[in-house]
């Protein structure tokens, strides 16, 4: 059900995004818990217990953060992990950088505005291999590439990095918002885009383009980082820098992330038993959306390492823009150290 996009294996990361979430879970709440364990692993040693902030709702692009619960990789890695989660995008990047939160996943955008604020977080695990933002539309409207949205209404959210990437594609066509209606649908431009008052809409390509092929609907995805925009992740695994520093912690960040990389490989081989779990925890989650968000967003070729160069891209795209006040060394902010096989 693909017209004239770019959504091969090869452009699909490990996706975990905030309005991939919506669909998924848009009425489930938060998980709550104590940060005191008498939990103990296998071997009898007690459980460390680790609170992670997600940075929206539970979903299918989510799923791999309480499938290591359900399967007892985070126990197997002699941890106790909470997995909480806000309605505030924002929350995350702001506990983490705190001090309040020591690990979760934020958005690579925030993570660089805490940088310029004073309050930065450490990136430890991108969740994506490339950009997951572009533009889409139903086939039916013709629109194809950039200079087709002359004329259109277009729905673009007022997320930094996707008004940043829209003016850099409009620029690619030559166009600028003026030669278009730009409106900000939140997050309903699927919806929106369905029920006819967009013509296109930004969206991810792990959210828009799985709903339009449940709903049997041909459509157009334009990748912004075909045309002018950065192809840096969206999403990423965080911890607090000082905390990081302290004694037996990045031990605890490697184990973290071991069983998270565990729990997405076995959800990618027993996916209606995930599922079915994710599910039975989150009633108001549709079981068909959180298994095709998923699909659309796990890459096994995607290590999870950070592209240092596109992290950097990222951040001298946005200072040029204006949305950072200052210039940002990222390799002070992103490292590939703690993976499960580093990378230089």
């Known amino acids: 059900m693909l017209s004239a996009a770019r959504t091969s294996p090869g452009r699909r990361g490990r996706y975990r995004t905030v309005v991939a979430a919506v669909a998924a879970a848009t009425l489930l709440t938060a998980c709550g818990g104590s940060e005191e364990s008498s939990a103990s692993a296998a071997n009898g040693e007690e459980l460390v217990p680790l609170d992670f902030q997600l940075n929206f709702l539970p979903g299918g692009t989510t799923l791999g953060y309480f499938v290591a619960d359900y399967q007892g990789f985070y126990e197997e890695e002699g941890l106790e992990v909470d997995v909480r989660s806000s309605t505030d995008p924002t929350l995350s990047v702001r506990l983490i950088g705190s001090g309040e939160r020591n690990i979760g996943a934020v958005y690579t955008a925030d993570m660089l505005n805490a940088a310029v604020a004073g309050s930065p977080v450490t990136i430890v695990r991108s969740n994506q291999c490339e950009n997951p933002f572009g533009i889409l539309a139903l086939a039916e409207s013709g629109i194809e590439e950039p200079a087709d949205l002359r004329g259109q209404r ?69 990748p912004y980082a075909d045309h002018g925009a950065p192809n840096a992740p969206f999403s990423a695994v965080a911890v607090n820098p000082d905390w990081l520093a302290e004694d037996g912690n990045e031990e605890i960040v490697q184990r973290f992330l071991r069983a998270l990389d565990k729990a997405e490989a076995w959800a990618s081989e027993n996916l209606e038993e995930a599922a079915d779990q994710f599910v039975a925890q989150f009633p108001d989650a549709d079981k068909e959306t959180v298994m095709a968000q998923f699909e659309a967003s796990y890459d096994p ?11 950097q891209e990222l ?20 490292t590939n150290d703690y993976l499960a096989e580093p990378v230089d």
């Open 154 to 222: 277009v729905g673009v959210t007022d997320l930094v990095v996707d008004r940043a990437y829209f003016a850099a594609m409009l620029e690619s066509a030559g166009l600028t918002e003026q030669d278009l209606t730009v409106v900000n649908p939140g997050f309903t431009g699927v919806q929106q885009l369905l029920q006819g008052n967009l013509d296109a809409t930004s969206e991810i390509v792990d959210y828009g383009p799985v709903i339009m092929e449940q709903q049997g609907k041909d459509y157009t995805f334009i």
């Open 301 to 311: 070729g995607c290590s999870g390492a950070s592209d240092i160069q596109e992290y």
């Open 315 to 334: 951040a001298d795209f946005l200072t040029e823009q204006g949305h950072l006040e200052e210039p940002v060394d990222v390799t002070e902010h992103v």
